[in-house]
Nanobody, 114 residues
Framework: QVQLVESGGGLVQPGGSLRLSCATSGNIFRFYVMGWYRQAPGKQRELVADITSGGSTNYADSVKGRFTISRDNAKNTVYLQMNSLKPEDTAVYYC????????WGQGTQVTVSS
């Protein structure tokens, strides 16, 4: 079980950028595939991006070319660099393992609006 604390969200204009961080606990973090998920009001939670312990990445088509997931195993932290943000990116963003673990963090709100 990993404890998850997301941060870095906020209000940004379309076309802007944000960098999200996910601080995790436990020495086994480095062994997990980690993902960023998001959930907008009235919509299902979706997987945005994931990264293996070795650094291989995958992205949802909706964010491909705009978002970059990375990790720093020494800091037990996962990041999501979000560029060229669109209003459709507005959601609460969460990190978790793949497949998801039982417990979720509080998430961090990302709002893209002019």
């Amino acid at each position: 079980q990993v404890q998850l604390v997301e941060s870095g969200g906020g209000l940004v204009q379309p076309g802007g950028s944000l960098r999200l961080s996910c601080a995790t606990s436990g020495n086994i973090f480095r062994f997990y595939v980690m993902g960023w998920y998001r959930q907008a009001p009235g919509k299902q939670r979706e997987l945005v991006a994931d990264i293996t312990s070795g650094g291989s990445t995958n992205y949802a088509d909706s964010v491909k070319g705009r978002f970059t997931i990375s990790r720093d195993n020494a800091k037990n932290t996962v990041y999501l660099q979000m560029n060229s943000l669109k209003p459709e990116d507005t959601a609460v963003y969460y990190c978790n393992t793949l497949p998801v673990g039982e417990y979720w963090g509080q998430g961090t709100q990302v709002t893209v609006s002019s």
